[in-house]
C-alpha cells in the first residue's frame, strides 16, 4: 500500500502562482506514472499532467505553458508549479500514481478568486 498526500493547496488572485506537492509513502517512482487531476464542481475529474516512470510528461492543452510538473526521486515527491492561474483552474486537485495499483490522494483546493 502506498499513501500519496498532497499539499501546498490555497486561495491565490488571478494571475497568481501556487505549488502543489505530492509525498509518496515509498518509492515508486521507477515503476509508477505520476499525475496531477483536478475536480471542479459539477464537472468531471481531469487529467492535468502526467510524468511516466521513465520521465515523458504530458499536460492538458488548458495548463500547457502556465503548469509544470517535476519530481524529486529522493524525496519520493512529485509537484506542480502553477502559473498564470485563472478562475478556471479552480478545482480540487488530486496527486495519482498509475501502475500495478492505482493510488490517489485525499485531494487539496485550489481556489483563484479575487
Known amino acids: 500500500q502506498v499513501q500519496l498526500v498532497e499539499s501546498g493547496g490555497g486561495l491565490v488572485q488571478p494571475g497568481g502562482s501556487l505549488r502543489l506537492s505530492c509525498a509518496a509513502s515509498?518509492?515508486?517512482?521507477?515503476?509508477?506514472?505520476m499525475g496531477w487531476y483536478r475536480q471542479a464542481p459539477g464537472k468531471p475529474r481531469e487529467r492535468v499532467a502526467v510524468?511516466?516512470?521513465?520521465?515523458?510528461?504530458n499536460y492538458a492543452d488548458s495548463v500547457l505553458g502556465r503548469f509544470t510538473i517535476s519530481r524529486d526521486n529522493a524525496k519520493n515527491t512529485v509537484y506542480l508549479q502553477m502559473n498564470s492561474l485563472n478562475p478556471e483552474d479552480t478545482a480540487v486537485y488530486y496527486c495519482n500514481g498509475h501502475g500495478p495499483y492505482d493510488y490517489w490522494g485525499q485531494g487539496t483546493q485550489v481556489t483563484v478568486s479575487s
Open positions: 515509498r518509492s515508486i517512482f521507477s515503476i509508477y506514472a
Open positions: 510524468i511516466s516512470s521513465g520521465g515523458q510528461i
